[in-house]
């Protein structure tokens, strides 16, 4: 029997814009070394917003989004245009105001789910995902932080085929990354970036400190 779905609001730490998801409950969680996540959030606390940790903790919520709060107070940003590194196609929504993260679309996600970064933000949803892997720690070295302790997968990088077909052969990483199944309720997460005006390009340095 499947369970029932409960609504959840993401909202920004000031409360200016937000969004309720028809499904609240997060599908996976992975641990992002990434270079492009920490300069993303780093951006955003020198914005005003929320310092981050060492290695980002991410969650991929499904992209079902039934009521928009503040759409005069998001803006999507992308750290690059045409990035041959994947990750730098990634656009993340701000509050223009305190520079929370809404959420993040990247082309992989199929529209079936999004990303969320739920220090960034207050994600009132169902988080009980527990970690799935650790991904892009090619990026991540000691001087940044702790290293890894959890007993999950771990992933360098995707650039080679075994590793990503071994990522993609974790059910609920295959599941979640999937063209969807079921019909949308409300608008998916690159539609409402649509909807807000497009994206602008940061022009940012590859790998440069914020």
């Known amino acids: 029997m499947d369970t029932p779905k409960v609504p959840a609001e993401i909202n920004c730490k000031c409360g200016k814009c937000g969004i309720t998801l028809a499904d609240g409950k997060a599908k996976h969680q ?23 940790d060492p290695l980002a903790k991410v969650y991929y919520m499904p992209s079902d989004i039934i009521d928009v709060r503040g759409k005069e107070f998001m803006q999507s940003f992308q750290l690059r245009k045409d990035d041959p590194d994947l990750l730098g196609m990634s656009r993340r929504i701000y509050c223009t105001e305190c520079y929370s993260i809404i959420g993040v679309d990247h082309p992989a996600y199929e529209d079936n789910v999004f990303l969320n970064f739920p220090k960034h933000c ?10 799935t892997a650790y991904v892009m720690m090619i990026d991540y070295t000691e001087e940044i932080g702790p290293m890894p302790t ?22 609920v990483v295959a599941e979640s ?34």
Request: hydrophobic share 35%; glycine share 12%; with cysteine.
């Open 30 to 52: 992975f641990k992002c070394g990434c270079q492009d996540c920490r300069q993303a959030l780093n951006w955003g606390y020198a914005k005003g917003g929320v310092k981050s």
């Open 122 to 131: 207050e994600n009132k949803g169902d988080l009980s995902a527990p970690l």
């Open 150 to 171: 959890e007993d999950v997968p771990l992933f360098t990088t995707l650039r080679f085929q075994q590793e990503e077909d071994r990522l993609f052969g974790i059910p």
């Open 177 to 210: 990354f999937s063209p969807r199944e079921v019909p949308l309720e409300g608008i998916t997460f690159s539609t409402l970036i649509n909807e807000i005006g497009g994206t602008e390009i940061l022009d940012l340095e590859e790998g440069a400190a914020i």
